[in-house]
């Protein structure tokens, strides 16, 4: 299947969600309540932040489309932020500054390894969030130069701190109405 296939004759009209990689259609399943809760708190705390200035937040309703060598992909992370212009009818940007998944048994190992591999691609890319469900934890990718650098921040006390998109985030409020380990 093409993109312009899987894009204007599938999820256009199509009310299950679906991820494009390479050619192939994958289903995507609903997320638990926490999933839904470390998503919400993302885009509600960082939108906050972002009140009146260019950058803004999506949720997993807005694609993000990254040129792969000889493919492409589509994805719906979890959240983004987005710092250039994005016109109200458009489906996807191919530039998020910021990019957050929070793990589930289901999405972890294509998380941590499909979209690790193509996120990284888009020059746009500051960080590539991974948030824990069990704990309040997350694993960073941030962009030094041609690679990215792994950091991890755990603890409710833990502040995370995203300069390129001017937003500081408490873990407290990133895991808020979440039971660890829930």
């Given at each position: 299947?093409?993109?312009?296939?899987?894009?204007?004759?599938?999820?256009?009209?199509?009310?299950?969600?679906?991820?494009?990689?390479?050619?192939?259609?994958?289903?995507?399943?609903?997320?638990?309540?926490?999933?839904?809760?470390?998503?919400?708190?993302?885009?509600?705390?960082?939108?906050?932040?972002?009140?009146?200035?260019?950058?803004?937040?999506?949720?997993?309703?807005?694609?993000?489309?990254?040129?792969?060598?000889?493919?492409?992909?589509?994805?719906?992370?979890?959240?983004?932020?987005?710092?250039?212009?994005?016109?109200?009818?458009?489906?996807?940007?191919?530039?998020?500054?910021?990019?957050?998944?929070?793990?589930?048994?289901?999405?972890?190992?294509?998380?941590?390894?499909?979209?690790?591999?193509?996120?990284?691609?888009?020059?746009?890319?500051?960080?590539?969030l991974l948030a824990e469900t069990e704990s309040a934890t997350l694993t960073l990718y941030r962009r030094e130069g041609e690679s990215f650098r792994r950091e991890v921040i755990s603890g409710l006390e833990a502040i995370?701190?995203?300069?390129?998109?001017?937003?500081?985030?408490?873990?407290?409020?990133?895991?808020?109405?979440?039971?660890?380990?829930?």
């Open positions: 299947m093409s993109a312009e296939d899987y894009f204007l004759r599938g999820e256009m009209v199509l009310s299950l969600k679906h991820e494009y990689v390479a050619g192939h259609v994958y289903a995507l399943s609903g997320g638990s309540m926490v999933h839904q809760r470390i998503a919400r708190n993302f885009t509600r705390h960082a939108g906050n932040q972002l009140v009146g200035k260019l950058c803004e937040p999506t949720n997993s309703d807005f694609l993000v489309r990254v040129k792969l060598q000889d493919d492409e992909a589509m994805y719906y992370p979890d959240g983004m932020i987005i710092c250039h212009p994005v016109r109200g009818d458009e489906q996807f940007t191919l530039a998020p500054s910021v990019i957050l998944e929070v793990l589930s048994p289901s999405t972890r190992r294509t998380d941590e390894a499909q979209k690790y591999r193509d996120y990284p691609t888009l020059s746009s890319l500051q960080t590539y995370l701190e995203l300069p390129e998109v001017d937003v500081r985030l408490l873990l407290a409020d990133l895991y808020q109405d979440v039971e660890i380990g829930e």
